[in-house]
């Protein structure tokens, strides 16, 4: 189930190759993928997700987060996916959570206000209130 944030950015769990054809159709340019491959079994390859997508003319970046938790590398690589979109952008982890806090890191590193991104992850049902120390060492920064 797609989850949308803002007009920018919705997430999902993790996708299929055969989904890509819906994920264009309702508008999106740009797919991340935030789950490491061989994170669980049964999962769909990241490369298979990635040959469908840049198939159907799509964006695709492998921005894996795993146990460890986040690294500014990764929020960096969010934000150029951010910046370099020319329409909506898919996410998608397990869950979207992972998609979720990430897009919310780098949205603050972009400059955007703590309480805001906080607001849009409420709306989309996740709760990034655990983030907000973070949020806003990354928005005093910008």
């Given at each position: 189930?797609?989850?949308?944030?803002?007009?920018?950015?919705?997430?999902?769990?993790?996708?299929?190759?055969?989904?890509?054809?819906?994920?264009?159709?309702?508008?999106?340019?740009?797919?991340v993928n935030?789950?490491?491959?061989?994170?669980?079994?049964?999962?769909?390859?990241?490369?298979?997700?990635?040959?469908?997508?840049?198939?159907?003319?799509?964006?695709?970046?492998?921005?894996?987060?795993?146990?460890?938790?986040?690294?500014?590398?990764?929020?960096?690589?969010?934000?150029?996916?951010?910046?370099?979109?020319?329409?909506?952008?898919?996410?998608?982890?397990?869950?979207?959570?992972?998609?979720?806090?990430?897009?919310?890191?780098?949205?603050a590193r972009?400059?955007?206000?703590?309480?805001?991104?906080?607001?849009?992850?409420?709306?989309?049902?996740?709760?990034?209130?655990?983030?907000?120390?973070?949020?806003?060492?990354?928005?005093?920064?910008?």
């Amino acid at each position: 189930m797609i989850r949308k944030v803002d007009d920018s950015i919705s997430v999902a769990p993790q996708i299929q190759p055969e989904d890509i054809a819906t994920i264009k159709a309702a508008g999106f340019v740009a797919v991340v993928n935030n789950r490491p491959d061989d994170e669980q079994d049964g999962q769909p390859a990241g490369d298979a997700i990635r040959t469908a997508a840049e198939g159907a003319g799509l964006t695709y970046t492998a921005i894996p987060i795993g146990q460890a938790g986040f690294s500014h590398p990764q929020i960096s690589a969010m934000v150029d996916v951010l910046e370099s979109a020319d329409g909506p952008v898919l996410a998608f982890c397990r869950s979207g959570t992972r998609s979720c806090n990430l897009w919310a890191l780098a949205r603050a590193r972009m400059g955007d206000a703590p309480d805001a991104l906080i607001e849009k992850g409420a709306g989309a049902g996740y709760d990034l209130s655990g983030l907000r120390p973070l949020l806003d060492q990354l928005a005093a920064q910008a």
